[in-house]
Structures are given as structure tokens and as C-alpha cells.
Nanobody, 122 residues
Framework: QVQLVESGGGLVQAGDSLRLSCAASRRTFSSYAMGWFRQGPGKEREFVAAISLSGSTYYADSVKDRFTISRDNAKDLVYLQMNSLKPEDTARFYC????????????????WGQGTQVTVSL
């Protein structure tokens, strides 16, 4: 079994920043493209950002100028730096692993984390 464990969520005010972390097994980190999704109340889980094994990144239009996905190869960690947060960003954020960059961005996911809650108030 592969485990993806998210951390870093919390309650913040609009305009604040948060950095989410996703800890992956070495096998997962070295073999899979990684990404972040989010799901608000009563909504479908939606793609946020993805990063390939080579470091190429892809973002949803709603976050492309505010969020940054990165990976730390030495620590088997994936990050999502979120700046200028808005109330509409409020959602549970999920880390995900897929077979390729394209698979992740099209929600063809092999492994999901349990999620971490991000709540943005006015």
C-alpha cells in the first residue's frame, strides 16, 4: 500500500498564505507524477496543480498566478505554496499520485491522500 499524508491546512484570512506538504513513500515519489486537488462542500473534486518527474508544472486557471507546486527530491515531499488566498479557495485539499504528468492533470489518479482542510475567511 502507498500512503500520501498531507499537512499544513488551517484557518486563515483572505490575502494570507499557506504551504501544504505531502509526504510520500520513496517508491511513490520516485516513480509517479504528483499533484493537488481540492473539494469544496457539495462540489466535485477539482484539479489544482501537478508536477512531473522532470519538474514540469501545470495549474488550474483559478490558481495559476497564486499557487506554486514544487517537490523536494531529497525529502520525498511535495509542496503547494498558496498565496493571496480567497474565500472561494476554501476546500479540503488532497495530494495525489499518477502514472504521468498528463494522468494527474486529467484526474487519472492511482493514489490519494486523506486530505487537509483549508478555510479562508474574510
Amino acid at each position: 500500500q502507498v500512503q500520501l499524508v498531507e499537512s499544513g491546512g488551517g484557518l486563515v484570512q483572505a490575502g494570507d498564505s499557506l504551504r501544504l506538504s505531502c509526504a510520500a513513500s520513496r517508491r511513490t515519489f520516485s516513480s509517479y507524477a504528483m499533484g493537488w486537488f481540492r473539494q469544496g462542500p457539495g462540489k466535485e473534486r477539482e484539479f489544482v496543480a501537478a508536477i512531473s518527474l522532470s519538474g514540469s508544472t501545470y495549474y488550474a486557471d483559478s490558481v495559476k498566478d497564486r499557487f506554486t507546486i514544487s517537490r523536494d527530491n531529497a525529502k520525498d515531499l511535495v509542496y503547494l505554496q498558496m498565496n493571496s488566498l480567497k474565500p472561494e479557495d476554501t476546500a479540503r485539499f488532497y495530494c495525489a499520485a499518477g502514472r504521468s504528468y498528463n494522468a494527474v492533470r486529467t484526474k487519472l489518479i492511482d493514489f490519494w491522500g486523506q486530505g487537509t482542510q483549508v478555510t479562508v475567511s474574510l
